[in-house]
């Protein structure tokens, strides 16, 4: 028996992978009838903290991804896609994305597109992926 799935996170970070996970998650939100809720996530740990040049970016990153998320929704619903929210914050995208926004949105199943990093990026930063993988609160899926 195929789980259905009633509430699907998407996480959204502008990147050709999040664009799968976007395409897959409207697919199985048809599918299965479900809602569905789109998910940035600002990372505000590498602006500097002292500098007023950081604050102008992370306004204009906020506004950038606003946008995006925004015509996501709406194509989402163009797509025919009933239950359409959003998610816009700040902070760090790999405990915002694992356990606090589906936490909130009551998500039964997140869904993110493999990282784009290579072996030395992972080492370095870190995959965000890979973290959601292995503390998520709930399913994932990872589309490639």
């Known amino acids: 028996m195929v789980k259905r799935y009633e509430r699907i996170l998407i996480a959204m970070d502008g990147s050709e992978e999040a664009e799968k996970a976007f395409d897959r ?4 939100a048809l599918e299965m ?3 569905l ?3 940035t996530v600002i990372d505000t740990r590498s602006f500097p903290t002292i500098s007023p040049d950081g604050g102008a970016f992370e306004y204009q990153l906020s506004a950038e991804a606003e946008a995006s ?3 996501h ?3 989402a619903k163009e797509k025919g896609v009933e239950s359409v929210g959003s998610f ?3 902070g760090n995208p790999k405990k915002l994305l694992a356990e606090e926004l589906p936490t909130v949105y009551g998500a039964d199943l997140i869904i ?3 990282t784009g990093l290579n ?4 080492v370095l930063l870190g995959s965000i992926s890979s973290y959601v993988v292995q503390h998520a609160v709930c399913d994932v899926l990872v589309a490639r």
């Open 88 to 90: 816009v914050e700040k």
């Open 112 to 114: 993110c597109g493999a």
């Open 73 to 75: 929704v709406e194509l």
């Open 37 to 39: 809720a789109l998910a």
């Open 33 to 35: 009838g479900a809602n």
């Open 119 to 122: 072996r030395i990026e992972k």
């Open 25 to 28: 998650g409207i697919e199985l």
């Open 69 to 71: 998320i925004k015509n």
